[in-house]
């Protein structure tokens, strides 16, 4: 087995300042500093955080999961008021049969909405500031050298790595990809890395519809409106309200122009929009990004680990609490054991595993999800479950906090099938099933 390992004066590249690529380097400097270790890092980032639009956008959702705002806090790292563009206190349940809205479980304002960039293309608003440029700036405080570069080569070397830009060639001992899910910079360290996979992506939406503050606030409030309609391809629709702007998100399998189509036209979400509004007709941003549907194979080799979304994320959700586990496991993985395959495969890998473990049981939950989405039954039971719920104590709303984790992310998949498999939960939930094939459901205005 080699043994290779950080020293004083030792070099880190991370190409990637995306949060996963923030969030290594500042665990690394942490740990470093603990250990009396005397390293430099280099973050190769190729966009602008302060621009707006797709150029300084890590297009995304923007929602910070409760789990995640609480562990970044107990680690020092407090998402500032203005990064946040909203505090979420309830979801809104939309069905083709009715709406409801969801207070959080224990009335707690705990979830976060904020732009990975510094807003829509075409927004002038001087307010919007952006969660990466927030963490690459943390960085910067902890020592870290930021390269406003794209990385176009890396090249192996025996006694370390060299990363090749437009401008520089620079000689590392460890680095870190932590490049999302770039197609083309994943290929270079295919190169680089025996037996590499690259993640499996599959397409996704976003829009950023600008309908100014008020609007926001009367028609979407602090409430995040996720929506289960009977329609092909989307397992999961969200419209998040950001300051001026509502983002609609929509996450399935390969979801193109005419899928968008049929859920911006569904009566359903017009009604949310203001009166005379249609959504289709807003001159909007929008793209649509990739999103990592199953985890890469092999992501590290001597000097050399990926990180975030290249490797391992959440499946659908919480992915910035992915790039967080996975940032903080490299960073201790090459404090502590050392930076050879053989000290990956053996602090690192078990994190990476721990999360495909559990997006396996996670695509067994969209699996029933997308059975409740098509049959009107059992979407009538749900709904009407968590409508009587409501009038319950937070700790006795099960299903409304199973939803909760389960659109946000808060929780592992794991104990979201663990509390869903609870009879009491199981036994409700059959039985409103039953009861709302013959009674109308009562619904919370
Ligand atoms: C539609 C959608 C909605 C989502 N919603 C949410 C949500 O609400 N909450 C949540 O937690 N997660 C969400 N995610 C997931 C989340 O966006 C990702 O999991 C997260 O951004 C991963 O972070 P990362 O640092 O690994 O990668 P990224 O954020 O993609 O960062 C990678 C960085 O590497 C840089 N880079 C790539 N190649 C090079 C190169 N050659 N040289 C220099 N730099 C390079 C890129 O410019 C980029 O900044 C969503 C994803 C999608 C697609």
Not at 132 to 139: H, N, P
Not at 304 to 310: C, K, M, P, T
Not at 324 to 342: C, H, P, S
Not at 420 to 438: A, E, G, Q, R, Y
């Amino acid at each position: 087995m080699k043994n290779i390992n950080l020293e004083n004066g030792s070099k880190i590249a991370v190409i990637g300042g995306g949060p996963a690529g923030s969030f290594f380097s500042i665990f690394a400097y942490d740990l470093a500093d603990r250990m009396g270790l005397d390293i430099s890092i280099d973050i190769y980032e190729a966009k602008n955080f302060e621009k707006k639009g797709p150029t300084g956008c890590n297009h995304c959702g923007g929602i910070v999961s409760e789990s995640l705002v609480q562990m970044l806090s107990a680690e020092g790292i407090v998402i500032p008021s203005h990064v946040i563009r909203r505090g979420i206190e309830s979801y809104t349940l939309h069905l083709e049969q009715g709406t409801t809205v969801i207070d959080t479980p224990f009335h707690e304002q705990r979830i976060a909405s904020m732009f990975r960039g510094s807003g829509p293309l075409g927004s002038t608003d001087t307010s919007l500031k952006s969660f990466d440029a927030y963490l690459l700036e943390l960085c910067k405080k902890k020592g870290a050298t930021i390269y406003y570069e794209k990385v176009t080569d890396i090249e192996n070397e025996p006694d370390g790595i060299t990363i090749v830009t437009s401008n520089s060639k620079t000689k590392y001992d460890l680095v870190v990809g932590a490049v999302g899910l770039n197609p083309k910079t994943l290929n270079l360290f295919q190169k680089i890395i025996p037996g590499f996979k690259p993640p499996t992506t599959t397409k996704t939406y976003i829009c950023e519809f600008d309908l100014g503050f008020e609007a926001v606030n009367k028609h979407f409030g602090n409430s995040m409106h996720v929506f289960l309609l009977n329609l092909p391809n989307i397992k999961f629709g969200a419209l998040i309200p950001k300051g001026n702007y509502v983002t609609l998100v929509l996450l399935g399998s390969e979801i193109n122009r005419e899928i968008v189509d049929s859920f911006v036209n569904s009566q359903t979400v017009r009604a949310c929009f203001p009166e005379g509004v249609e959504p289709k007709n807003i001159n909007s941003c929008q793209c649509f990004p990739s999103i990592n549907i199953k985890n890469a194979e092999n992501p590290y080799s001597d000097r050399v680990v990926l990180i975030g979304d290249s490797s391992s994320s959440k499946l659908y959700k919480n992915g910035i609490g992915a790039a967080y586990i996975t940032g903080k496991a490299a960073a201790t993985t090459v404090i502590f054991d050392g930076i050879a395959k053989e000290d990956f495969k053996k602090s690192f890998q078990p994190v990476c595993s721990k999360l495909d473990a559990d997006n396996a049981i996670g695509k067994m939950i969209f699996l029933v999800t997308t059975i409740i989405q098509k049959s009107k039954f059992l979407k009538k039971g749900l709904f009407r479950m968590v409508v009587f719920e409501q009038s319950k104590e937070g700790s006795q709303r099960k299903m409304s906090s199973v939803l909760w984790d389960t659109f946000t992310g808060s929780a592992s998949y794991q104990s979201i099938l663990l509390r869903t498999l609870n009879p009491t939960v199981l036994v409700t939930l059959i039985w409103n099933i039953v009861i709302s094939v013959f009674k109308p459901i009562k619904q919370k205005k």
